[in-house]
């Protein structure tokens, strides 16, 4: 006979199962000592940047995290525990919390794991101190067009000059 503490353990696991399932990235931190106040603005941003943001026991994430490319975390599922899932923006996750624990000193990292790569808690902060992708494709978009457009301005020049001649 299977009891319900057994079922309602392999229902969070599946759970969690689900979340992790395509994940491009997953941050675990320590969020002991956060207030109420503090923590409900933190969920609030996770879901604004499309992330998964939640508090599981310890041994339920271990066991979903078990065989898969985010097993590595295992050794660091001590203490409370908050796990970021990002789908589809791998650095989203790790950028809400590097943005929160500079004002959140609380907040401590852990590790992570982005696109398959382990990183250690300062790994994971370096993560997310990186601009979103859209920031980055627009600077090197910027870098492209500037010295095409003074091409351009030269090509001009010279256009101009031999219709002068």
Do not use: C, W
């Amino acid at each position: 006979m299977i009891n319900a503490s057994s079922e309602s353990k392999k229902i969070v696991v599946d759970e969690i199962k689900d979340q992790i399932a395509g994940a491009a990235s997953i941050a675990v931190v320590d969020y002991r000592g956060l207030t109420v106040e503090q923590d409900t603005k933190l969920r609030r941003s996770m879901r604004e940047a499309g992330v998964v943001y939640k508090v599981y026991k310890n041994s339920m994430i271990t066991r979903a995290i078990e065989g898969t490319e985010f097993a590595n975390l295992k050794q660091h599922l001590e203490g409370p525990t908050a796990i970021a899932i990002s789908k589809d923006d791998a650095t989203a996750g790790p950028r809400v919390l590097a943005t929160a624990a500079k004002t959140l000193d609380k907040l401590e990292f852990k590790a992570g794991v982005v696109e398959g790569n382990y990183y250690d808690a300062k790994g994971i902060e370096k993560i997310g101190n990186i601009a979103p992708r859209e920031e980055l494709l627009g600077r090197l978009l910027g870098s492209f067009k500037s010295p095409i457009s003074s091409f351009a301005r030269v090509i001009k020049e010279i256009a101009t000059k031999k219709e002068e001649a």
